[in-house]
C-alpha cells in the first residue's frame, strides 16, 4: 500500500498557520525551473533537431526520474515537450497548498533532469574526478543492496555554501565515519577539497557538480527501487512509498535560500526526505519534521538522522581513524603508503580459530613485536593476524568463513588497505592514518568489534593477536598452513557433479564491482579461501550476505561447464556486464577475476599449452608479463578469454580447465608452485594416466622464462602439450 503523505504531513503540522510562505517559494521557484528548462529544451531542437538522442552513460534506465514516476523512455528530444508540458499544466500557479507545493516539487525533478540531460546533448559533461556527475548503473548496484539493507545506514545530500569550512569537514567525516552515503552539490564540493576530505566513488561520496546536478542523488534513489525493490517504472505510489520506507536519505541545506531551492527540497519532500537547513526560517516556512531549520552545525547531523528515523547500530570505535563501509573501496598506492606486509614481498599469514572459553580473554589485543609507531617509513615487514573465536553454536566450519570476512573488516579503516587471503594477503597502511595516530592494535579493535556485530548468532568471545616480530610469524605459520590444509581435506570427496547447488561469492565487488565468483565443490573461489563449504556454512549464517546459492539445474553444456541457472544469476550480480560464464575452460567466456586471486593461467601459443604464475614469483613468464602485469590486464571483473586468476588447489581439481585439456597442457610455472603442489599433483597425474613425474615435464624459471628458452626443454620431455588439438 503506497503511503498517505497528506496524513503524513497532517501529523507533522501542529496547532498554528499552514507554512503557505514555504508554499509559494516552491510554486514561484518551479515555475523559475520549468522555464528554464523549456528555453534550454528548444534551444536543443532548433540546433540539434527533434530526433537527436538524449541519454545519460551508462544506463538501461533512459532518463530515471522520468522513467520512474511516470515509465516513459525518452530516447529523443522531440519526447521532452509534452512531458514538460504537462508538468507545467500539474502545478497550480496560485494554490499554495501542501498538495500544489509537493505536486510543484516533483515537476522541479522533472525539469532538473531534463535540464542536466540536455547538456550531455550539448556535449559539456566531462568525467573529472572525483567530480562524478550523472552515477552510473553499475555504481547504483556496486553500493545499491547496501544501501537498501541498511548496512549503509542512510544518504545524506549536502548541497549549498558551509557557513565554515572547517566545520563542514568535521559534518561529513562524522557521516563517513557512521558509514553514510553522501551527495554532494554547489560549493561545498569546494570546500571539502579545500579541507582535503576525501572524495569519490570509492569513499560512497559522490561530488555531484553544481546546483541542478543534485537531481543525480534523486535518479540514483529512484533507480534503487526499480532495481532491488522490484517495483515497476510508472508506479508512482508505489515508488514514492518505497523511497520513504527503505531509501534512507535526508537533505542538508547549507547557505544561502532562494525559491529553485526550495522547490527542488519540496520534490525531495514529495519522495519522503526531509530537508534540514542552517538558516533561520519563518513560522510559515517549516513543516515539523520535514522542513526544519537547525543552525548549529554540532546538531544538525543528530537532527536530520531522528527525524528521518535512523538509528545505528554500527559500533562506536576509540580509534583515530574513521571507519565504515565508506572507505571499503579506498587504495592505498605506493607514494601514499607507510608500511607494507606481505603480498609477496614478506611473511604473512591470517587465521581465524576456534578455542574453548577458557583459551580466550574477550576483546584483548595484543601486538607481539613491534607497534606501527616503532617502524620506519618505507619498511616491508613479516606479519600475522590470528583471530580466536569463542561461541556456543560457532563450528570448525565456519572459521574459513569469519576469516575471509578480515578482507572486508580490515578495509572499514580508513587509511587500512587489505587484499587476498590466508598466507598470501597482502597490507598497507597510509601515511596519513599513521599521522593521525593509527596503531595495529587499532587493526585488532576494528576486527574484535565487527566480528561481534556481524556475527552475533555464533561469535560470543573475540580475541585478536597482530605479529609482527618475524619469529613469532614463522612460527605460526605452520599452524596456520596446517589449519588451511585440513579444511582443503575436508573438500577432497566432493565433486561438481555430487551436489545440486553451487554457490557464489561477492565479497571482492567493493574492488572489482561486476565480478562474480562461482564456487563449485571442484572449484575453490579464486582467493584460494573459499571453499564450496565456506560457501554453504557463509549461507547458513546469513542468508543474505555474500555467498548466495545457485541451484544447479539442467546443464546447457557439461563439458565447458554452463549452466543457465549460473548464466541468470550472473546477469544480474555483474550489474548485467556479464551474460554467459564456462567453469570448466580458460578459453571461452572464462570466469572473470577481482584481484585477489592466488595465481594466474595464461596462454603460450607456442608451445600449444598454458602457463601458472603467482604472486610469489615477481620475474618475467613464458607469456612476455610478470604476475603484476597480468594482475592488472585480468583484474576488475573483465572476461579475459586465454587469461584467468584462480585459486592454487584449483590446478590440482579433477576439474581443472577440462574442456581445454586439464592438466596436460600445463607447460610453465614457477618452481615454487611445483614444490607446493608435488603430493597432490603426482596423485593427480595418476588419476589422469600421466606419468609420475609429469611435473618434472612442466618447464620452471630454472628453465627459462620466454617461449623460446623452454621449447627446446619441452621438445626433449616429450611434453603432451605439443602434440594436443591446438588452443587457439
Known amino acids: 500500500m503506497a503511503l498517505d503523505f ?10 498554528g498557520k499552514e507554512p503557505k510562505r514555504l508554499f509559494r517559494q516552491a510554486v514561484e521557484g518551479t515555475i523559475i525551473a520549468l522555464s528554464y528548462a523549456e528555453i534550454l529544451l528548444n534551444q536543443a531542437i532548433r540546433k540539434y533537431g527533434p530526433d537527436a538522442p538524449v541519454a545519460y552513460p551508462d544506463t ?17 528530444l522531440r519526447q521532452l515537450v509534452p512531458i514538460l508540458n504537462r508538468m507545467r499544466n500539474q502545478v497550480k500557479t496560485y494554490e499554495y497548498t501542501f498538495e500544489n507545493a509537493r505536486l510543484a516539487g516533483e515537476a522541479t525533478l ?84 579545500e579541507e582535503n576530505v576525501k572524495l569519490g566513488i570509492d569513499y ?66 514529495f519522495l519522503g526526505f526531509p530537508v534540514i537547513t542552517d538558516q533561520p526560517l519563518a513560522e510559515d516556512e517549516q513543516i515539523p519534521d520535514w522542513y526544519m531549520s537547525v543552525p548549529d552545525y554540532d546538531k544538525i547531523v543528530q537532527t536530520a538522522m531522528e527525524v528521518r528515523g535512523i538509528k545505528l547500530t554500527n559500533i562506536e570505535l576509540d580509534i583515530p581513524i574513521n571507519f565504515g563501509p565508506a572507505f571499503e573501496g579506498e587504495t592505498i598506492r605506493k607514494g601514499d603508503m607507510y608500511v607494507e606486509m606481505g603480498g609477496g614481498r614478506t611473511t604473512s599469514f591470517e587465521l ?62 580508513e587509511g587500512f588497505w587489505h587484499t587476498a587471503q590466508r598466507d598470501i594477503n597482502w597490507l598497507r597502511i597510509s601515511k596519513d592514518a599513521v599521522a593521525k595516530g593509527a596503531k595495529f592494535r587499532h587493526m585488532g579493535d576494528i576486527l574484535v568489534a565487527k566480528m561481534k556485530q556481524d556475527f552475533p548468532a555464533i561469535v560470543d568471545r573475540v580475541q585478536v593477536t597482530i605479529l609482527t616480530d618475524e619469529a613469532a610469524v614463522e612460527e605460526n605459520i605452520k599452524l596456520a598452513r596446517q589449519k588451511y590444509r585440513q ?85 544480474t550480480a555483474s550489474n548485467r556486464n556479464l551474460e554467459e560464464v564456462n567453469l570448466y575452460t580458460l578459453m571461452e567466456k572464462p570466469m572473470t577475476s577481482c584481484g585477489c586471486f592466488e595465481a594466474i593461467l595464461a596462454i603460450v601459443p607456442e608451445a600449444n599449452g598454458i602457463m601458472v604464475t603467482t604472486r610469489e614469483h615477481s620475474g618475467l613468464t613464458p607469456c612476455g608479463m610478470t604476475f603484476s602485469t597480468l594482475a592488472g590486464m585480468v583484474g576488475g571483473g573483465t572476461q579475459t578469454p586465454g587469461f584467468m586468476g584462480i585459486g592454487r588447489s584449483y590446478i590440482v581439481s579433477r576439474k581443472f580447465i577440462t574442456a581445454d585439456g586439464g592438466i596436460r597442457r600445463i607447460v610453465w610455472m614457477p618452481k615454487e608452485l611445483k614444490e607446493f603442489l608435488r603430493e597432490d599433483f603426482v596423485q593427480r597425474c595418476v588419476e589422469e594416466g600421466l606419468p609420475e613425474d609429469f611435473i618434472d615435464m612442466i618447464a620452471d624459471e630454472t628453465i627459462g622464462t620466454t617461449a623460446e628458452e623452454i621449447l627446446p626443454f619441452l621438445e626433449e620431455k616429450g611434453h603432451p602439450a605439443l602434440t594436443m588439438d591446438p588452443l587457439m
Not at 10 to 15: S, V
Not at 257 to 268: L, Q
Open 60 to 76: 538501461a534506465y533512459y532518463l530515471p526520474v522520468i522513467r520512474c514516476l511516470s515509465g516513459e523512455e525518452v530516447t529523443t
Open 204 to 269: 560512497i561520496a559522490f561530488p555531484l557538480g553544481n546546483f541542478t546536478q543534485v537531481v543525480h542523488a534523486a535518479n540514483y534513489a529512484l533507480r534503487a527501487g526499480m532495481m532491488f525493490g522490484g517495483i515497476a517504472p510508472g508506479l508512482r505510489e508505489e515508488h514514492r512509498d518505497y523511497q520513504r520506507r527503505r531509501i534512507r536519505a535526508f537533505i542538508l541545506h547549507l547557505g544561502e535560500r532562494d525559491d529553485v531551492k526550495t522547490a527542488a527540497e519540496m520534490g525531495c519532500i
Open 6 to 15: 497528506d496524513k503524513v504531513y497532517e501529523g507533522a503540522i501542529q496547532e
Open 110 to 193: 522533472y525539469a532538473a533532469e531534463i535540464i542536466e540531460a540536455l547538456r550531455y546533448v550539448r556535449g559539456e559533461v566531462q568525467q573529472v574526478e572525483p567530480w562524478t556527475n550523472f552515477i552510473g548503473d553499475p555504481v547504483v548496484r556496486r553500493f545499491g543492496i547496501k544501501m537498501v539493507d541498511w548496512t549503509i545506514p542512510g544518504e545524506a545530500v549536502i548541497l549549498g555554501r558551509a557557513k565554515d569550512s572547517k566545520k563542514l569537514a568535521k559534518i561529513v567525516n562524522d557521516l563517513m565515519g557512521k558509514g553514510f552515503m553522501l551527495f554532494l552539490a554547489d560549493e561545498v564540493i569546494e570546500q571539502l577539497l
Open 352 to 413: 581465524v580459530r576456534t578455542v574453548g572459553e577458557d583459551e580466550i580473554e574477550d576483546g584483548r589485543v595484543e601486538v607481539i613485536g613491534r607497534e606501527l609507531d616503532e617502524i620506519a617509513e618505507g619498511e616491508k615487514i613479516p606479519f600475522g593476524i590470528m583471530v580466536d573465536i569463542y561461541g556456543r553454536k560457532m563450528q570448525e566450519d565456519f572459521e574459513g568463513v569469519l576469516e575471509r570476512r578480515i578482507h572486508d573488516f580490515v578495509n572499514y579503516g
Open 487 to 571: 579444511r582443503d581435506d575436508r573438500m577432497r570427496g566432493l565433486t561438481d557433479d555430487a551436489v545440486d547447488t553451487f554457490y557464489s561469492c561477492l565479497l571482492c565487488q567493493s574492488f572489482a564491482p561486476n565480478h562474480v565468483c562461482i564456487v563449485s565443490p571442484e572449484r575453490v573461489g579464486l582467493c584460494g579461501a573459499v571453499t564450496w563449504l565456506d560457501g554453504k556454512a557463509s549461507y547458513e549464517i546469513d542468508n543474505t550476505g555474500p555467498n548466495q546459492p545457485i541451484p544447479k539445474g539442467t546443464a546447457i553444456d557439461d563439458v565447458k561447464g554452463m549452466w543457465q541457472s549460473v548464466n541468470d544469476y550472473l546477469y
